[in-house]
């Protein structure tokens, strides 16, 4: 008997059955939380002069923003032209080819799971337990249990499964949270940005001499690290340049949103309100609070200091140095420091957040078009959400946490996610700038903020150019060079390098692998992609 062939058909859904429910406010926020300027302020200022000795921290933030502002003007445009759910995916796929946005939309997850697995515990190493022990010392023991791997893990999934959860409830409520964290964590910038610069710097040095709360003077605190092997360094390598370039790239660059753009009120509009100025107002936040910082205490000091918090083992052992007690030293109150440290904490909390709505989007995305199993792309009718997505990275999220907290240092992990990070974001560059030469007719039906031209040049093309070209020379430089990307606790390890080009092939086969199984079943993917996915 004949064996009867199979005809592969496309598969296609009405609707994704998300709600359009996000407004610009919203998407505001998010990008406040997830570029996350609240909590650069205290690390920028910290591990700028103390990691990446001789870089320029003005220039390197002029930088930063000739980098920002093309590259959220490209998604604000990518978004404008595709507001779906998947983002990146869509836009890469829908442009280029399947692979394409598979490689970047699969960089971004890892990014994002990696993220919200070693975030929480560094918010509860890095502003709550130091908070709780600088300004309230009685209680330093139990806050110290944050250190140890089996309580920082439990603590660290419990906030895990907590944020997790309330997006499984709620789209609505989640982002009513977001905006609490982040009035309450602008009160707090606010409220220590006026004592910085208000209060001499006599009375800082004398508050920081008095209390003692890292065991050295002002003074002290350079004496020390000179003895210990450190001096002050007054210019930086290109490839250290790079470096830093990537670790404030990590705070500053927030154009996730676009991954959830399917549930945003008026893509085009609230993507320019909400991400491109969220962008360049988190800007503005940072540098004022980052280089505020290293203007009063002083270069030099904050070099020395960064060196005793982050490299010196004779002081990051006793973890006393951080930048609970800079702010003691700024406004002298324990109290009123204690509650401008968990402005801080819960910043960083926001931060860990602001993954989660992205990264299921981005599992459904694929679900959608049948890459993955179509459970992931189911959605709620009561709650609107894509709950199965959500559970399962609470899993994934966990198990990463877990090996962070038992199998490694955090600071390794964290420069391996800013790199993935920076690594995710360089797709689109390439993307943006082919858009108007490969679909001309999506190109001349998008809104006039897509269609600007400079010179008869498509103004598009021409900050993708800028976005590939500095993200991509920027990675260049810190794959070729690891270990001189910062110095030894910077250095981007063999290990954290063999992953990350392992997720790069995986992502780009993956697409194949899936294509392969489909046609199998009588799908024909290769359909999927000739049109933009139903809203």
């Not at 590259?71 to 995916?89: E, H, K």
């Not at 004398?206 to 003074?219: E, K, R, V």
């Not at 689109?428 to 600007?452: C, W």
Request: one cysteine or more; proline letters at 5%; a positive charge.
């Amino acid at each position: 008997m004949e064996e009867k062939k199979v005809t592969p058909s496309i598969f296609t859904r009405e609707a994704t059955g998300l709600v359009k429910s996000i407004s610009a406010t919203d998407v505001f926020v998010f990008t406040l939380m997830v570029a996350g300027p609240i909590i650069f302020i205290p690390l920028g200022a910290i591990v700028l002069p103390g990691l990446y000795e001789g870089v320029n921290p003005s220039l390197l933030m002029l930088l930063i923003l000739a980098i920002i502002v093309p590259f959220s003007y490209n998604i604000v445009c990518l978004t404008s032209m595709m507001p779906r759910a998947g983002g990146d995916y869509v836009f890469g796929s829908r442009v280029i080819a399947p692979q394409w946005g598979m490689i970047g939309s699969f960089m971004n997850l890892l990014s994002m799971i990696t993220g919200s697995a070693t975030i929480g515990i560094s918010a509860l190493q890095t502003y709550f337990a130091p908070s709780i022990s600088t300004y309230f010392p009685k209680y330093g023991a139990g806050a110290s249990l944050v250190y140890t791997p089996t309580d920082g893990f439990a603590l660290n999934v419990l906030i895990i499964v907590v944020l997790y959860g309330i997006a499984i409830g709620s789209t609505k409520i989640w982002f009513y949270v977001l905006r609490a964290i982040a009035v309450f964590g602008l009160a707090m910038v606010a409220i220590f940005l006026g004592f910085l610069f208000l209060t001499p710097l006599s009375t800082i040095t004398g508050n920081f001499n008095s209390q003692l709360a890292t065991g050295f003077t002002f003074q002290g605190v350079e004496t020390n690290a000179t003895a210990s092997g450190w001096a002050s360094s007054s210019t930086a390598t290109y490839v250290v340049w790079a470096g830093a370039i990537v670790f404030v790239l990590l705070f500053l660059a927030a154009p996730i949103s676009a991954f959830f753009a399917g549930e945003i009120k008026n893509a085009s509009r609230s993507m320019t309100i909400g991400m491109f100025g969220g962008s360049i107002f988190s800007w503005i936040l940072a540098a004022l609070g980052a280089l505020g910082i290293i203007s009063i205490f002083g270069y030099t000091f904050m070099s020395a200091f960064g060196y005793e918090d982050l490299i010196n083992p004779t002081t990051v052992s006793l973890a006393k140095f951080g930048f609970a007690p800079l702010v003691l030293a700024v406004v002298g109150n324990p109290t009123l420091a204690f509650l401008i440290g968990m402005g801080f904490a819960f910043a960083a909390l926001g931060f860990l957040a602001g993954g989660i709505l992205p990264a299921s989007r981005i599992l459904f995305a694929w679900s959608f078009d049948r890459i993955i199993p179509q459970k992931f792309s189911s959605v709620n009718g009561r709650t609107g959400t894509p709950i199965f997505a959500l559970v399962f990275l609470i899993v994934v999220v966990s198990i990463v946490a877990y090996i962070s907290s038992f199998a490694s240092t955090y600071f390794g992990p964290f420069l391996a996610f800013s790199v993935i990070t920076v690594l995710a974001f360089l797709p689109n560059g390439i993307t943006a700038t082919l858009l108007p030469f490969l679909k001309k007719d999506m190109y001349k039906s998008a809104p006039s903020i897509v269609q600007k031209k400079i010179a008869g040049f498509p103004l598009l093309s021409l900050t993708g150019i800028i976005h590939s070209l500095a993200f991509g020379i920027v990675l260049a430089l810190v794959f070729l060079y690891p270990s001189y990307a910062g110095t030894s606790t910077g250095t981007l390890g063999v290990g954290a390098v063999a992953v990350i080009l392992l997720a790069l092939v995986f992502a780009a086969v993956f697409y194949s692998i899936s294509r392969a199984i489909r046609r199998r079943q009588g799908i024909n993917l290769d359909q999927v992609f000739k049109q933009l996915p139903p809203e």
